[in-house]
């Protein structure tokens, strides 16, 4: 099946020359000429892999890299005429998978992204198939298929770090998680030491799985530690 390409850039003339190139190789290119257009695409439409400048208008390719990062995990490859070390690391550390300086050779942009596709889908294929295809404890229970959490066989819409959080979290019963880990291992981010953001999601959950928020039965709060979710024995009435 055609893997679908996301190019965003600002220079039609750049966006050409990789539709060009990407369509000879059996790739399907959508195209956007600023983040605000992109995102939305992004949100529209299945996209495999995005390739992003970083000096756009309305929303900056480093910008738009973050929000990808808060609900997508597709790679992406920033594209930009911006070659310091500096801008190279930024990228990176906001969650870029790839990061390759104008001038370039397409040639070698169309490799690149051959092993990214290759990484993501078919290394990970294996791992994928082993997992099985839904969480169940106490009254909860969290579909992978769908990405839907039901209670009691009632449907509780979670946005993408929600679900994400709550699978590392479910996935381990018992087991403390650092904020390092869940950054990391939850939302594939580099740990930012920003506590507040991890505290925010953790209270939406709160929020939606629990009976009394203020007094968590699922998700604990490990002082100087982490989180942990209840045990099977824990939840028993």
Known sequence: MAKT?????????????????????????????????AFNLLKNQAIDLAILDIMMPIIDGYQLLQMIRQQYKIPVILLSAKSHDYDKITGLKLGADDYISKPFSPLELTARIQAQLRRYY?????????????????????SHHECVLYIKDKPI???????????????????????????????????????N?????????????????????????????????????????
Not at 122 to 140: H, I, R
Not at 158 to 164: F, K, V
Not at 178 to 195: G, L, M, P, S, V
């Open 197 to 237: 953001a991890i505290m925010v999601q953790i209270s939406r959950l709160r929020e939606k799985i629990e009976e009394c928020p203020r007094k968590p039965v699922y998700i604990k709060t490990i002082r100087g530690l982490g989180y942990r979710f209840a045990k099977k024995d824990e939840l028993i009435p």
């Open 5 to 37: 390409i996301l190019i965003v850039d600002d220079d039609p003339d750049i966006v050409d020359l990789l539709k060009l190139y990407l369509n000879a190789e059996g790739y399907i290119t959508l195209e956007a000429f600023d983040g605000k257009t």
């Open 157 to 195: 819409p979670l946005s993408a770090r929600e679900y994400e959080l709550l699978k590392l979290l479910m996935s381990e019963p018992g087991r403390v998680f650092t904020k390092k880990q869940i950054f990391e291992r939850a939302w594939n981010e580099f740990y930012i030491a920003d506590d």
């Open 122 to 142: 078919e290394f990970n294929e294996p791992l994928l198939a082993q997992q099985p295809s839904q969480l169940k404890l106490g009254d909860l229970l969290l």
